[in-house]
Structures are given as structure tokens and as C-alpha cells.
């Protein structure tokens, strides 16, 4: 039998070693019941093969299939969506944090978000989400270093959301930001939030070329991360499409398509069976 003194000492040596208590993980693992995760979604067939042409030809044709008010409502949202700010999460435990990230940045116009799985999965609640996830580009990686590199690689800055940094002035340059007063047309940028134990890890904060802390006058010194996401992604986001900023943050005309089709694809019961009927392939 395990001794409330063994389990303070098992207790200890997770919290020094930043990672998930057993307490912890057995909440988590209780959470995940038979169908209740809610996998990526798989792209529509051809989204990111077919060309131009074929693709508008696809939309037009199921635009059929879909009442005018639905065909509207997915192309206004479309109106507002962007890449320019993407949401990054480092080893979020509980599925109900991963899937509330995600319904406020799909909330707020996000189209991309990443997820990285180096110590635990990435699994939100289907029951959470509420079918949210489907209107997102959602990708998976094994490490925060292997995306950091994708992102830079795309022209994007890697920000991260933590208590500002003592030696942020160490190298000459300003490192610590709120969502108010981070210089949002400088570039393209990322914002990771990291994990409910221990925030974000050491290689990443080292990485960060900016930090954003959100301002906080009460006993509260910190706030759950899925409404940090909220205020992080509503603020900024909102600060992006301010028309006085000069930014083009709207997507490009032909990722516009691609998601209009996948999206118009999550809209028609059987879309597999009506673009086939309209002389589709439909491969995959």
C-alpha cells in the first residue's frame, strides 16, 4: 500500500521534473472515452491537388447542393479568416484545454493552428469542440523545435505567452509585450501557449523573439490556458484587420478556394457520392 508520505514524494518528483502528476494523468486518461476524441480532420478529396481551375469548377457544383444562405454564410466567414496569425500549443494535457483553444481561435478567425506532442497527444473532446474543429488547418508535431523551424521557414516570428522575461533588455532589443502593444505589423507571427504544468519549455522561451504577457492587477497570478488563448487570439487578432494597420491579413485567392471547397465538402451529406455523380474522382 502506498503511503501518503510515498505519494508526496512521487508528487515532488513530478513538479521538479515539470511534468504531469499521476493524479493528473488519470484525470486525463478518465476523460478519454470510446468516441469521445475528436481526430484531425482529413482534407477533401483533391483540396490540395486539383487545380485551380478544377477546384472553382467542384465548388460551383456543390454550391448547388446547399441552400443560398449557407453558401453566404461560409463565404463571409471566409472574409474574415487569416493565416497572418497563427496559434501554436506545446504539450497540452486536458482535452477540454486543447479543445476550448480551439473553438476561440476558430471564434476569432484563425484558420491554422499547430499542436506539439512531445510528452502527451494532442486530443480534444469532440463533445467540446462541437464540430469547430472542422473548419481548421490543424497540424501535429513531435517537437517544438521541428515547428519553430517550419514556421521561420514561412517568414513567421515566434512569440510565446508567459510572465515577462527579467533580462529582456539584455541584447539591446524589447522582448516583453502585451496583446495591446505587440508590434502586430511587423511580420506574420505565431503565438504558442505552453503547458498547464509547467508553461512554456526552456528551448522554446529561448527560441522566442517575443514574449506576451497578458496585464493583470488582481491576487490571480496566472489564468487557465484556454481563456489566455481567448484574450491572447481575440486582441491581437482584432488588432490585425484594424484597416489602419496596413496588414494583408486576408487569405490568398487560391487558399480561399481550397477551404470554401473543403468547407462546401462538410456542408453536403455524401459529397463523395455527388461529385462522382457529377463526374468527379474522388481518390483518397
Known amino acids: 500500500m502506498t503511503t501518503k508520505r510515498e505519494n508526496t514524494a512521487n508528487n515532488n518528483y513530478f513538479e521538479e521534473n515539470g511534468l504531469p502528476t499521476k493524479q493528473q494523468l488519470r484525470d486525463l486518461n478518465a476523460s478519454l472515452r470510446e468516441g469521445d476524441l475528436r481526430p484531425v480532420r482529413r482534407e477533401a478529396p483533391g483540396e490540395r491537388t486539383d487545380p485551380p481551375e478544377l477546384l472553382r469548377r467542384k465548388i460551383e457544383y456543390l454550391r448547388g447542393f446547399v441552400l443560398p444562405e449557407r453558401y453566404e454564410s ?44 512531445r510528452t502527451v497527444r494532442f486530443a480534444p473532446n469532440k463533445h467540446i469542440v462541437r464540430g469547430t474543429d472542422q473548419w481548421l488547418d490543424i497540424r501535429k508535431w513531435d517537437d517544438s523545435e521541428t515547428l519553430v523551424a517550419h514556421l521561420r521557414s514561412r517568414g513567421y516570428r515566434i512569440a510565446v505567452t508567459a510572465p515577462p522575461r527579467p533580462d529582456a533588455e539584455a541584447d539591446g532589443r524589447r522582448v516583453n509585450f502585451t496583446p495591446s502593444d505587440f508590434d502586430v505589423a511587423a511580420g506574420p507571427f505565431a503565438v504558442f501557449m505552453g503547458t498547464e504544468k509547467s508553461g512554456i519549455s526552456e528551448g522554446l522561451m529561448a527560441a522566442a523573439d517575443a514574449v506576451i504577457s497578458i496585464p493583470m492587477v488582481g491576487f490571480a497570478e496566472s489564468l487557465n490556458i484556454s481563456v489566455s488563448a481567448a484574450i ?53
Open 232 to 284: 491572447v487570439a481575440q486582441r491581437l487578432a482584432e488588432r490585425v484587420r484594424d484597416p489602419e494597420s496596413g496588414i494583408a491579413w486576408q487569405l490568398a485567392p487560391g487558399d480561399r478556394d481550397r477551404l470554401l471547397y473543403r468547407w462546401l465538402c462538410h456542408s453536403v451529406r455524401d459529397y463523395r457520392r455527388i461529385l462522382e455523380r457529377g463526374g468527379f474522382i474522388c481518390e483518397g
Open 74 to 117: 461560409l463565404t463571409r466567414r471566409l472574409d474574415f479568416r487569416t493565416r497572418y496569425l497563427v496559434m501554436c500549443l506545446e504539450d497540452i494535457y486536458y482535452p477540454h484545454n486543447a479543445s476550448a483553444v480551439i473553438r476561440s481561435s476558430e471564434a476569432f478567425g484563425l484558420q491554422e493552428m499547430h499542436a506539439v506532442e
